[in-house]
């Protein structure tokens, strides 16, 4: 039985080693593990849980390589399977601190792990999962968008959609609230930016987000900090001050962080706190996946905070 | 007026700076300017021609870079154009020395290159041109194909088709015989490789392949060296032995240093032997359109080997 179970992207990021310069003119770059959910697994995996991912890469060396990372990071691959005939998806980014951070993804003609299709999924295993992590992306296309919606409704856990909205992989926005809307009611956890609060439920205002029909809505604010809501209760945290290096890869390390809170049945505002200071910890540094903090750490900066 | 314009394939090539690992290992990137025909241009570029491609990029931040390589590089950019909504396309490639140098194509769902079409083209500049130079992989796809062909029917200069030949890029190697047989009554000049030849005229006989009917034929058939038949001359030159460090680009300063050769009307045998050492310099260097040789490093390479 895996504490966390994360369905989703994968892919190699590759990097930029310098800042502060567009592709035009960068001369290096790096290779990294890459793809939101499996960055939250990578990041629940820090904490000490027992995580597995659900994706497809390609039948390629790249795909040989995410393996490698995974198993790296101490994330369980059984059910990172190869798929024929198409690339290991990759996405490059610009670093320009501190708030733009734009990606250009290599993902035509489609994605391997958005053919994740139901017919291969471990329903038992899902069930059974502490945690379950699906992404709004997981619903932008067929077979992915009906394995998700059927491993949401067989998880029998703590059953968690990270809103992660890319307008790049939906026709439309009211296309994308639509899947959310059918996703929505097999959910007890919804976590998401403004923005995607505005796709999931059509509102940018965070109190009607996150007034949305959920055990917990999470909604994230940028510079005014989180908003929670758990049943009755409310928590609001202000940001955690930072000098930010790279924002990529700060939302999946607070999901990361979640996962642990949530297994942990903390307080809401410990949870929120915790989750917005491991966020900020890796938007400080260069590295996503390779930049998720242990628990000493976030407590280390929870403490100087 | 042009001394040689070149058509076809552009993209970033996102070379691997480790030797002898597969990117399943690499742990860092370079970024180059890179394809055939591009490469073409560069290489001629460098023995003083004047030279222009035509091609298109995605319009993005590789796109600009393209631009600034190529006018770095001392190539006449003015038809290079972008397309809206499709990425330029990067390629990756493994350098396991001296003979194994895999590559992975980033060119889905299409690629701008093979977006040039027929109405864009300056059929006056063209027919001007003293050598025209165009590849087979620009016939693999409309509208590119239809643009490659009337471009080839409208050249007045020395007519090259560089038999380029993918098969990613094809659904058949008689599919791309077929576009290759439409193609060649509109060329003076073919040069390929056995297995290109094979593709272009169904024999992998050199001797065969070089009596196509052209005023000049050019089989490459690797360590046996290159067999070339122009009119009733037939030249035969060795391979020059090198160290090989990175096969890729070595066709291309060979290309390159054949527009220069007939430009300057070279007796048969020393244009074989120039383009053969263009080659080996570059099969001996790590970079491709980077690494391209001038005359004297070509000469310098005769005078020793």
Redesign the interface.
Known sequence: MFDVVTMGRIGVD?YP?QIGV??????????YLGGSSTNVAVAAARYGRKVATITRTGR???G??LH?ALQGFGVDDRWVTPVDGL?TP?T?C?IFPPDDFPL?F?R??TAPDLRIAADELDYDAIARAKVFWATVTGLSEEPSRSATLAALRAARGITVLDLDYRPMFWDSREEARRWVQEALPYVNVAVGNLDEWETAVGSRDPRIAATTPLDLAVVKQGPKGVLARRGEEWAEVPPVPVEVVNGLGAGDAFGGALCHALLGDWPLERAMRFCNAAGALVASRLACADAMPTEDEVEGMLAHA
Do not use: A, N, T
């Not at 567009?22 to 290779?31: A, D, H, I, Q, Y």
């Open positions: 590759v080693l567009s592709l035009r003119e960068v001369s290096s770059f790096g290779k390629d060396p790249f040989e390589f490698d690339p990759v490059f610009e250009y290599y035509e003609p």
